[in-house]
């Protein structure tokens, strides 16, 4: 997208970016994590991705998403055919979206 402006030109070039990040638990890390969801009643292997699912959740709230924002580059230096230009970030254009987590083994 481009638009004129008094002194020119502004183009916009919307990027997605997709990524993921891993995160290992021994079973000591996870049980501590998912204290407050853990059924004493069960087996911990019997609810163990349940819980973890539950606990994992709360990292779609703010703090991730804060971090992910913020580690966004403001420019990106680059050459254009031999002009060197600089991409700024538009902030109001920026947001995350964070898919719910999954439990592996």
Same mark, same amino acid.
């Given at each position: 997208?481009?638009?004129?402006?008094?002194?020119?030109? =502004?183009?916009?070039?919307? #990027?997605?970016?997709?990524?993921?990040?891993?995160?290992? /638990?021994?079973? *000591?890390? #996870?049980?501590?994590?998912?204290?407050?969801? /853990?059924?004493?009643?069960? =087996?911990?292997?019997?609810? *163990?991705?349940?819980?973890?699912?539950? *606990?994992?959740?709360? +990292? +779609?709230?703010?703090?991730?998403?804060?971090?992910? +924002?913020?580690?966004?580059?403001? *420019?990106?230096?680059?050459?254009?055919?031999? =002009?060197?230009?600089?991409?700024?970030?538009?902030?109001?254009?920026?947001?995350?979206?964070?898919?719910?987590?999954?439990?592996?083994?």
């Amino acid at each position: 997208m481009s638009t004129t402006t008094s002194t020119g030109y =502004k183009i916009r070039i919307e #990027a997605t970016v997709t990524c993921a990040y891993d995160l290992e /638990l021994s079973k *000591a890390a #996870a049980k501590a994590i998912c204290a407050d969801w /853990l059924d004493p009643n069960e =087996k911990w292997d019997d609810q *163990a991705e349940s819980t973890l699912e539950t *606990a994992m959740e709360s +990292l +779609l709230d703010e703090p991730i998403t804060e971090q992910l +924002l913020n580690g966004l580059p403001e *420019a990106i230096d680059t050459v254009i055919e031999g =002009k060197k230009v600089s991409l700024t970030l538009s902030r109001p254009q920026v947001s995350v979206d964070l898919e719910t987590p999954d439990i592996l083994r």
